[in-house]
């Protein structure tokens, strides 16, 4: 996956957290240099939302997965 694939999940997943103050600082994070730190430092000071973010990411990284598997058929085995 390729880092503004990786940072795209980072943004959706902060545009469905509920809360709008927390909302708001982790956009404001991200704008930041280093932004995939920042992200990683402030959810430290959320673990609830930390945890939201494994379960996120893992689901996305296994849905992109799946999508290079079917765009490059990498699961047929027709040639052997």
């Known amino acids: 996956m390729k880092s503004y694939e990786s940072f795209k999940i980072i943004e959706d997943f902060i545009q469905q957290i509920p809360d709008c103050s927390t909302k708001d600082r982790f956009e404001e994070i ?6 995939f730190q920042q992200f990683k430092n402030l959810l430290v000071d959320h673990p609830e939302l930390r945890q939201q973010w494994f379960i996120y990411k893992d689901q996305q990284y296994r849905d992109y997965v799946k999508e290079q598997i079917e765009t490059y058929d990498l699961g047929n085995n027709d040639s052997e």
Request: net charge positive; aromatic share 0%; proline share 17%.
């Open 30 to 35: 991200i704008l930041r240099r280093k932004p």
